[in-house]
């Protein structure tokens, strides 16, 4: 079993909230984690999975959570959006921290009754699949060294295999799998996805074209994508494509990178980046033949920003406050792939370059962006596959891909 670097900070979240609510894809872990954090605290663990606890839930959603008693556990607590209304009733009644550890496999939607019944009663953190830091059991958190010492960045890494890491991606149950067998996992879970919890979520009119869409975000992971135009190209009316993406998106598929702006002088791409959130899932959704990834450089390319940018968001989940993450483009071509903005303003800006040699303009969008952020800008970083860290000016190194885990 490999530690989880979300534990920490689950923890602290435990001991100041009434309420905490651990999301995250299906099979990134966190019924692991949660019974592990149950077994530690005394707290007493229910899965909605199980039917008779699920069809308890259903039929006195108040009922069962008063009768809960201590601390508890409630697994895949969106299955019985009711029991989120129950558990406001029973927080409002006593505000004692730590009374519920709560996970789900879909997101709230902003403005529903559910999610108004957790305000000022719950914090969020979200569990990703797991990083390379916790595969080596390194320690590592680059996110946190990117805002510290700069001269600890500094140190030889190695080039490593990170196609083979891009390609296994951080899906515990895949992790030890071969090939062949890592596709055969992908293609159920991807299929008991659509069938179960998309289906659950709303009527799916285009099972079919639904996993033609997720291909086709897959395939252009980590790019500022236009939905209506692969609607089109799949003949999936615009509308319908836009509900199915937010709704991979409440299922933790993928994600929003928003544009980055801050009083800037250049006009910019407002266009958010959609990035798969994991390029294990990737490579299988693209078809991508790992063993012959270079033949398919385009792909290969974006696969690894897609590596780069979902392990540093794994690793800023660990980090109280947590940064934020962006994307930087202007429309005369400066372009970052990651803007990590600190709460108290501080900028990192993160480049990916698939080359062991870095090429001559490898930091023109960084300076680009430090010209525009000034005094906040705090580094820029382009990682390459080279093993050596190289400085490249003011405020600007380079790092081998293994900074990410050594």
Request: proline share 6%.
């Amino acid at each position: 079993m490999y530690s989880r670097y979300l534990t920490p900070r689950l923890g602290r979240a435990l001991e100041r909230s009434p309420v905490v609510y651990l999301t995250g894809a299906r099979q990134a872990g966190k019924t692991t984690l949660a019974r592990q954090l149950a077994d530690e605290r005394g707290m007493a663990y229910y899965t909605l999975d199980d039917p008779a606890v699920l069809e308890a839930a259903k039929g006195d959603p108040v009922g069962f959570v008063s009768g809960l008693g201590g601390p508890v556990v409630i697994d895949e607590v969106q299955r019985v959006p009711d029991l989120l209304l129950a558990v406001k009733m029973a927080v409002d009644a006593d505000r004692a921290p730590g009374r519920f550890l709560l996970t789900g496999s879909v997101g709230l939607r902003s403005r529903s009754q559910a999610a108004a019944a957790l305000v000022g009663r719950a914090e969020f953190l979200t569990l990703r699949p797991l990083a390379q830091a916790e595969l080596e059991r390194s320690g590592r958190n680059l996110a946190a060294d990117l805002f510290g010492d700069a001269s600890r960045l500094m140190q030889p890494g190695d080039k490593g295999d990170f196609i083979a890491r891009a390609c296994k991606g951080g899906y515990p149950p895949v992790l030890d799998k071969n090939e062949d067998d890592r596709r055969a996992w992908f293609a159920s879970y991807v299929t008991a996805l659509i069938e179960r919890d998309l289906m659950s979520l709303t009527r799916i009119e285009y099972p079919e074209r639904a996993l033609a869409l997720l291909r086709g975000l897959a395939a252009a992971t980590a790019t500022p994508q236009n939905v209506s135009q692969l609607a089109t190209e799949l003949g999936l009316p615009a509308p319908t494509a836009r509900r199915y993406e937010e709704l991979y998106e409440r299922l933790f598929l993928i994600e929003r990178l928003p544009a980055w702006a801050s009083n800037l002088k250049k006009q910019l791409i407002k266009r958010p980046k959609l990035v798969l959130n994991d390029t294990g899932l990737a490579a299988y959704l693209t078809k991508l033949d790992c063993d012959r990834a270079s033949e398919q450089a385009q792909l290969l390319g974006r696969l690894t920003e897609t590596f780069v940018i979902e392990e540093l968001a794994k690793q800023a989940s660990w980090l109280e406050p947590e940064p934020r993450r962006y994307h930087y483009r202007t429309r005369g071509g400066a372009e970052v792939d990651l803007v990590l903005e600190h709460p108290d303003g501080r900028v990192v800006g993160v480049e990916v370059k698939l080359a062991g040699k870095l090429p001559r303009r490898a930091t023109s969008g960084l300076k680009a962006l430090r010209e525009d952020v000034g005094e906040n800008f705090y580094l820029g970083v382009v990682f390459y596959s080279g093993a050596q860290p190289l400085p490249l000016g003011e405020r600007l190194l380079a790092l081998p891909f293994s900074a990410l885990w050594t």
